[in-house]
């Protein structure tokens, strides 16, 4: 039960991460486009002075939400499984490598399903670490194709996980339901 509450607010606390990581981008690309527009002077004709300074006004506000809401769960994290600083951080850091590692790109244009099915499970996937365990829970697809690219990479991705916790010895993955669970414990 534990786990699941771990994995879910994991999986919450990445979606944070990753939104707060996007923003500057938008945020980028709305000063670019003001610029030429306001250049032009389309965008005051278009909704006015006071409604440029809304927008502004509303980014700020929504920017503002994000950073809460990461130091939300955050918090939360650590009240609830005493997680240090350190080790949630190398956990949102293993859990990106992990994921973008295992993605793959599919073979055709219209999207293969095996593929899709496997890189939905992908995007599920939790790495978290403790003082004295690390645990990778990765969620089995339902199809089986999915599942055989799984277990043909599941020993490379035990070794890339062992060189980048050495501290950590890993067992073999154990599949308990639809999930494979990798669990390390520190030497």
């Known amino acids: 039960m534990k ?26 690309f709305v000063f670019m486009m003001k610029e030429q527009l306001e250049s032009n002077g389309i965008l005051v004709t278009l909704i006015g002075a006071q409604a440029v300074r809304t927008q502004y006004l509303i980014l700020w506000i929504v920017f ?20 240090e600083l ?11 490598n992990v994921r973008y590692s295992l993605f793959r790109q599919p073979s055709r244009l219209d999207a293969d399903r095996v593929v899709r099915d496997f890189n939905l499970a992908v995007k599920r996937a939790t790495l978290s670490i403790w ?39 890993m067992s073999s993955f154990e599949q308990e339901g639809m999930t494979l669970v990798l669990v390390g414990s520190r030497h």
Do not use: C, H
């Open 64 to 83: 503002m939400y994000l950073v809460v809401y990461l130091m939300y769960y955050l918090l939360k994290g650590m009240y609830l499984f005493d997680w």
């Open 131 to 169: 003082d004295d365990v690390l645990e990778l829970v990765i969620p089995l697809p339902r199809t089986v194709g999915a599942q055989k690219m799984f277990d043909m990479q599941s020993d490379e991705l035990r070794q890339r996980i062992s060189l980048m916790f050495p501290q950590y010895a």
């Open 86 to 96: 350190v080790n949630l951080f190398n956990s949102l850091r293993a859990t990106f």
């Open 3 to 28: 786990r699941k509450k771990r994995i879910r607010l994991l999986s919450q606390l990445y979606l944070a991460v990753v939104n707060l990581g996007l923003l500057p981008l938008v945020l980028l």
